[in-house]
């Protein structure tokens, strides 16, 4: 069933049961990705379109286009970036296929953590076959799609941030930045950001996102989420 709510900038989002929706990795991901005007990105299974919507909005200038295999998912995307008056285009199709080469100046994506079928089931088709896919299908894809200057940005619960980073250099990328996400600051990582790259260099381990401290909500959490 679809529902309208509030989204970044004052603007509005529609989401489905059926379909993932907005998540806390989202959301962080889109401010960790870094792009310029002029910039084009491509969102790798892009689901509803909410990463791509929030990379563009938070960027002025950037067009992040998706591909997302689900038709009912695409054309809600499709739907909410027009409404959120997006540049970006959905494409609906496989990532496994996507096409494009050397085109895209940045890649987000929020890959499947449960390649083959681990993890907890999801409550619909759509996105248990989401949750399930290869996701170095997703890294093959990145691989394909960007310019040999182009960065990849992608977010990945932190127990499996080797696993994930040993299947993107299998592809071809070297990890160049990360950030890891805690829920207050004495607690082990939850979520891994990471930057990737063509190019191998020294790695930049950024300073931790803290999610809450004593008063609740961090500022920067709270700045990420444009809560005032």
């Known amino acids: 069933m679809e529902?309208?709510?509030?989204?970044?900038?004052?603007?509005?989002?529609?989401?489905?049961?059926?379909?993932?929706?907005?998540?806390?990795?989202?959301?962080?991901?889109?401010?960790?990705a870094r792009a310029e005007a002029g910039e084009r990105g491509i969102d790798l299974g892009c689901g509803v379109g909410c990463l791509g919507l929030l990379c563009e909005l938070k960027n002025p200038g950037v067009t992040v286009d998706g591909v997302e295999i689900t038709p009912?998912?695409?054309a809600l995307a499709r739907k909410n970036y027009e409404n959120c008056g997006a540049a970006g285009v959905i494409i609906t199709g496989d990532v496994a296929s996507f096409s494009q080469t050397g085109v895209y100046d940045l890649a987000v994506m929020n890959p499947p953590y449960f390649s083959g079928g681990g993890g907890k089931k999801s409550l619909s088709p759509e996105m248990a076959a989401a949750r399930h896919a290869d996701a170095s299908l997703f890294f093959a894809a990145a691989a394909r799609c960007?310019?040999?200057?182009?960065?990849?940005y992608y977010c990945v619960r932190a127990s499996l941030k080797k696993a994930f980073?040993?299947?993107a250099l299998f592809c071809g990328f070297h990890t160049v930045r990360i950030r890891e996400v805690r829920e207050r600051e004495n607690?082990?990582?939850?979520?891994?950001?990471?930057?990737?790259?063509?190019?191998?260099?020294?790695?930049?381990?950024?300073?931790?996102?803290?999610?809450?401290?004593?008063?609740?909500?961090?500022?920067?959490y709270k700045d990420i989420y444009g809560i005032r």
Do not use: H, N, Q, W
């Open 165 to 167: 980073e040993e299947t």
């Open 187 to 220: 607690a082990a990582p939850s979520t891994s950001l990471c930057e990737a790259g063509f190019e191998k260099r020294d790695v930049i381990y950024e300073a931790p996102l803290v999610l809450r401290d004593g008063g609740g909500y961090t500022k920067e």
């Open 3 to 32: 529902k309208e709510y509030d989204f970044y900038g004052g603007k509005k989002i529609i989401m489905d049961d059926r379909f993932f929706k907005l998540t806390t990795d989202t959301v962080l991901l889109s401010s960790f």
């Open 146 to 152: 960007l310019k040999k200057e182009g960065r990849l």
């Open 72 to 74: 009912g998912a695409a």
